[in-house]
């Protein structure tokens, strides 16, 4: 079974500091995929960064970074320089390779708020 | 290019009606995957269809079924509607079924049951 735990519901963060979202997961899977999503109050999920389980470095895409600590099951968001428009919902997702399906496992979800 | 899109944007029924949502991937995408969303949780996958056919099923009830058309576009239905039913209906998109694709979303479909 795969689970994916986000234990921040909420975090707050002052504009133009980090701020590093945490997201643990468990699967047997030898294989498969971590990504991050933000979604903001229109609803939209919109793709943020991707991490592969064999990736040897930790995927960085503008802002965004994820700190992947294999061996301890994280894949850590961490967001450079927040800007007031990073306030949203952001979700931790798996993907199991192992499935036929290209289905995503997603956690509770941590609500950002930028403060000016 | 245009993103995922999805009709309606809101919709409000009652106990034991029926609904169909309706969802048109990224132009070149084949593949459509449908996700639920109750309010202060994750998305939950529900179905995948790739090339028309079903690729992945969630744990979900029978009373919800989906169908995928030959220019990619797809539709999800459910069957005599429960209050538990309500919550967000996403849509995402990938180019094939592979491992390796991300899904893209569209902006959701909100199903209230009265």
């Known amino acids: 079974a795969q689970k994916i735990t986000q234990t921040q519901p909420g975090m707050f963060v002052q504009e133009k500091e980090a701020v590093t979202l945490d997201c643990t997961y468990d699967t047997s899977d030898p294989s498969y995929g971590l990504f991050w999503y933000k979604q903001p109050s229109s609803g939209e999920m919109i793709f943020l960064i991707y991490q592969g389980s064999y990736d040897q470095q930790n995927a960085t895409e503008g802002r965004y970074s994820l700190n992947f600590q294999k061996a301890r099951k994280s894949a850590n968001l961490v967001i450079s320089a927040s800007q007031l428009g990073d306030s949203a919902m952001y979700f931790c997702?798996?993907?199991?390779?192992?499935?036929?399906?290209?289905?995503?496992?997603f956690g509770t979800g941590t609500r950002l708020t930028v403060i000016p | 290019d245009a993103g995922v899109t999805q009709s309606p944007t809101h919709l409000i029924k009652t106990r034991g009606q029926q609904v169909t949502l309706r969802c048109s991937p990224i132009s070149g995408h084949k593949s459509v995957s449908w996700y639920q969303q109750v309010l202060g949780q994750g998305p939950q996958f529900i179905f995948q269809?790739?090339?028309?056919?079903?690729?992945g099923r969630g744990n979900f009830p029978d009373r919800f079924s989906a169908r995928q058309f030959p220019n990619y576009s797809s539709e999800l239905n459910v069957n005599a509607l429960l209050l538990g039913d309500s919550a967000l209906y996403l849509c995402?998109?990938?180019?094939?079924?592979?491992?390796?694709?991300?899904?893209?979303f569209g902006p959701g479909t909100r199903l209230l049951v009265l």
């Open positions: 995402a998109s990938t180019p094939i079924a592979g491992r390796g694709e991300t899904q893209y």
């Open positions: 269809y790739y090339e028309k056919e079903e690729r």
């Open positions: 997702a798996m993907r199991p390779d192992q499935t036929g399906a290209n289905n995503l496992f």
